[in-house]
């Protein structure tokens, strides 16, 4: 018996260039679509009536952006979805998802060039519009791969210990992590733009002043205060490997370690999740 | 106020090896642990009285580790998901994922070698244990980047058209994917490692005997095959990204191209997804 | 003043497939092409009337391609080679690289499958034919990411020591490597697929069967190996990274470790690299 | 017999952290140690006396690094190199490399903050130091993914063309590459952090301002700006993948694109590469 099933196309990469005289600017995005829906004859029987090609997905995403200028992903990902579900009737629900690499203009002569850009790398924005045939609709923002450092108000102390137990109590530790922050909006249009740089600056400002007893306690002071400062928000999700950096050993050689120098490991990292929410706010699908 | 949340440790990496004179046997496993409980008063207080420190996950696996030899590790997950419920009060649920890479033997001198191996790559075959503070329990398994091409009797024809829509009816080209799939155990022992190479080796015959009219339309009998083969597969997901291999236009050199030379392409892809389960089957976690 | 200079088209995918009836062959190559020559106007003047351009060289790989069946990778990099410097006058010096991802046939009902495959992953062949205007050619091929790890035999003792060595001396370790070996041929036309076997096999039986002292002791005695047995290879360059597996201290949990019990590790790595070559041979360029 | 050989370590990851008072720098490296030397007995005999371990070059990394203030990183290569050719008698020529990845301090309350940094991923800077045991020194400096891209002022037209030829001319293109720039330097101290500074800009703006008839043109112009603007640096080598954006066609959709509507495409990609150096100088290794 079929189960739950969609299907779509991912990687989608899309860069649009608006030009207005010698001032150009840039949108990089990689775009994935996602259906659900009437599709269980392709599966069972192999009749394909009902199925739209991803490769007319992709079609889609091209023609859609010919008709629009570079502007918020969170409204571009809505007009996909609803697209979708406009258009193709078998469809129940769609979900878009747009990850944004942001490029910053080069300076030269100490201004910034018109034509002329470079990609920081690392920090993604993302947003995804879901949209269902009875006109239910959930907008989504966020960022990923934020990666933060704090060398001082970092501790972790006084946890649980059992026979297996060998780490030692800290009051001064490295914290380092790669956040991704996805929260939900209450509405599907708003002053995204605004809003994503206010949440993304109100989650640097709780990592960097929080006393930090652990990453799940810095983790929940970050939600809370989007939470508090951003009334447009819904809730968060919020996604925090450890990124552990250890003190070396120089004590073979001799030699203090002052809390000064560290070894950057990958593997094995811990991993904290949370969701923070307003008491009043329904389950929602972040 | 806080939402689900958890915690754990991803990416230990373990490489056990038993000795049985000249013979050995290597397994190359990469676990990650994550935790459910009572942790609310770490996030909200930053009190850590109920976190055990991930870095005791670590040293559990490797403790646990030592007090066993090489063997299945749907076993290896759920004692380590059991071990962590039974020692620790704050937890409600824990969930243990084992990736696993195969070694094979070198052959020397047209024999399999006692203690050198090759280590082919791609693959992985993937376990999870859940274990709750109630007792309640899922097994599942899996295989995961199962790289896997059929050069005949696979089309896609006849799907739905709109006016962004310009692929063509095919009734003869590449299926490549990349499979995943999960399956779940209606029970907490069984043959496991024999139970794997059964299905994965169903999973096998269906793709390459399937007269394939589409994605689904395998991906579905592949579930199908599964779950009519072996009685203990209580449902089962299959992950099937559309690897696309596009013939290349070869007309503007006055070559023809019969369905010979493809260009493998990496993005986009399609990404097509289900659960097969049992008529009988509750929702589970697959 | 320019100095030495090039340019080429690298990420070329192919797949080729060939069809006698019901049985297919297949192979999945990356081709890259790099041209040196009289490409100075195009550096210093932007006058591109010598530059062929890389999107060309991608099409000559594809139509190539469809004049030939699959067959050895170093006679297609050697055609591709001559190709460039025969139809192209300011070409010095034309360099094919060329990497194949061997698929396997799927075995169904116990018998290999006509026209289903599986992509074990990992390891590669790689294979390069540089050619010169002059009609000098050098033919080198490979294998990379061959992952292998013996589990007795080896050691690593009586090494130098300063004041920043920890390391103990071990009579019994797990050496474990990535294998990349690159051969150079006296000839440019020989029984390629049949040598790249072989070699292949002797690089195992070697590293399997050898009382290994250290990478290096071992790395030589492979290359030795190849050279001794192996007439038409003229000389060979290996490149062994240490893929450190560490015996894991379970001292604290009151277990023994019987050299069973390891952690794998990425990063930090040793790396080991040397040509062996016959005692006639002139540098190479392997 | 055994040609050209060497041995050492990599992927050494050091974070360093400098505390005065409240404000607290970072310096985040990745470094790798390579010796050349008299291992000859080593490879041909399996004595090890001559064999400093790579573990203890990881070590010496660590302790050295204790000893210093975060600074350039072609002042720690250099030194590093020096310290293995003065403490082991065998090694005839050390390298040294160091990749660091920048991290920048948050902004808080509009100001720098003095303990909490983001890594912006992506650009890293190098450094590379060769110490021979006669005294000769070669220090390099360099940019990797530097990933820049120009939306006027490029052109590619006027190139050669044969029968595989399809590409056309066009005066207005996309040119985008992820930089990689490596000089050398004529000597072993002079203010690095400055000079990688400046020179790093006159890439940058010389690539803004260039009107490109090719990607060989653009490369040389950036290349020749270097040596002309930074007396202290000897030859550089630029390294330029192009990495193609493609118009999207929308004549299907009867849409218009005004060179507006792009796809990025990973592979297959253009790779341009060549060296400037100034009339006088000496063959080098950059």
Chains 1, 2, 3, 4 share one sequence.
Do not use: C
């Not at 969609?6 to 899309?14: N, Q, T």
């Not at 994935?32 to 029987?45: I, K, M």
């Not at 090609?53 to 992903?73: E, F, H, Q, S």
């Not at 966020?142 to 030692?168: C, H, M, P, Y």
């Amino acid at each position: 018996m079929l189960g739950p099933n969609s299907y779509g196309k991912s990687g989608i990469r899309l860069v649009q260039v608006a030009r207005r005289g010698d001032r150009h600017d840039v949108q990089d995005l990689t775009l994935s679509v996602r259906l659900e829906g009437e599709f269980g004859a392709a599966h069972v029987a192999g009749d394909n009536a009902a199925i739209l090609p991803t490769d007319t997905m992709k079609n889609t995403v091209y023609a859609l952006a010919a008709g629009r200028a570079p502007g918020p992903i969170e409204i571009f990902a809505r007009d996909l979805a609803r697209h979708f579900v406009a258009t193709h009737a078998p469809v129940s629900l769609a979900r878009v998802e747009i990850a944004e690499r942001p490029w910053e203009r080069l300076e030269t002569g100490g201004r910034p060039h018109g034509s002329a850009f470079r990609r920081p790398g690392g920090e993604t924005r993302l947003a995804s519009a879901t949209h269902g045939r009875g006109g239910e609709e959930m907008i989504e923002a966020g960022v990923d791969d934020l990666v933060i450092l704090k060398t001082s108000r970092s501790a972790f102390a006084g946890f649980a210990r059992d026979r297996f137990t060998t780490l030692r109590d800290t009051n001064d530790r490295l914290l380092a992590t790669a956040l991704r922050a996805v929260w939900s909006y209450a509405e599907a249009d708003a002053a995204f733009s605004a809003l994503r740089a206010g949440i993304r600056q109100t989650l640097l400002d709780t990592f960097a002043e929080h006393d930090s007893r652990s990453v799940q306690h810095t983790l929940y002071a970050m939600g809370e205060a989007v939470l508090e400062r951003h009334a447009e928000a819904r809730e968060i999700r919020l996604t925090m490997p450890n990124k552990h950096h250890l003190p070396v050993d120089l004590a073979p050689f001799g030699l203090p370690n002052e809390n000064a120098v560290f070894v950057a490991t990958e593997e094995p990292f811990g991993l904290i999740e949370a969701v923070v929410r307003r008491p009043e706010a329904p389950p929602g699908r972040s």
